[in-house]
């Protein structure tokens, strides 16, 4: 088997970083994470990741960052799949983050197994 690849991970929550980094690096990605948008825009700017995994809001109730995240990283690596992650979603907001390029939209709580399947499947690699 091919190694998976390079994994970005964006979540203002410190826990759920590093849940998330810690399970996809036993799953053999290498893995970055970042807890903010401008730490994310300047990791995507120099490192082609295969997956981004981003959080829709980074800075409180009212942020939208991770769907700046999708157009961002769609403009700089066109091929990488990007996963939104929401606790908050809404059928806008789907409209929204798909209009953007996101390639997923999944809603939090989400097992981790789960959050592998869709990332295998979107990067044509076996979970």
Do not use: N, Q
């Not at 939208?64 to 690596?77: A, F, N, T, V």
């Amino acid at each position: 088997m091919t190694e998976p690849g390079r994994l970005l991970i964006i979540d203002d929550e410190s826990a759920i970083r590093f849940a998330l980094s810690d399970y996809f690096r036993e799953c053999g990605w290498e893995v970055d994470a970042a807890a903010e948008k401008e730490e994310a825009e300047a990791l995507l700017a120099h490192t082609r990741y295969a997956v981004v995994i981003a959080d829709l809001r980074l800075t409180g109730i009212y942020g939208m960052e991770g769907l700046d995240l999708i157009e961002w990283s769609r403009h700089l690596w066109p091929e990488t799949r990007v996963v939104l992650l929401t606790g908050y979603g809404s059928p806008e907001i789907e409209a929204e983050a798909r209009r953007r390029g996101a390639d997923a939209l999944l809603h939090k709580p989400l097992p981790l197994p789960e959050l592998e399947r869709v990332v295998a499947g979107l990067t044509g690699k076996a979970a």
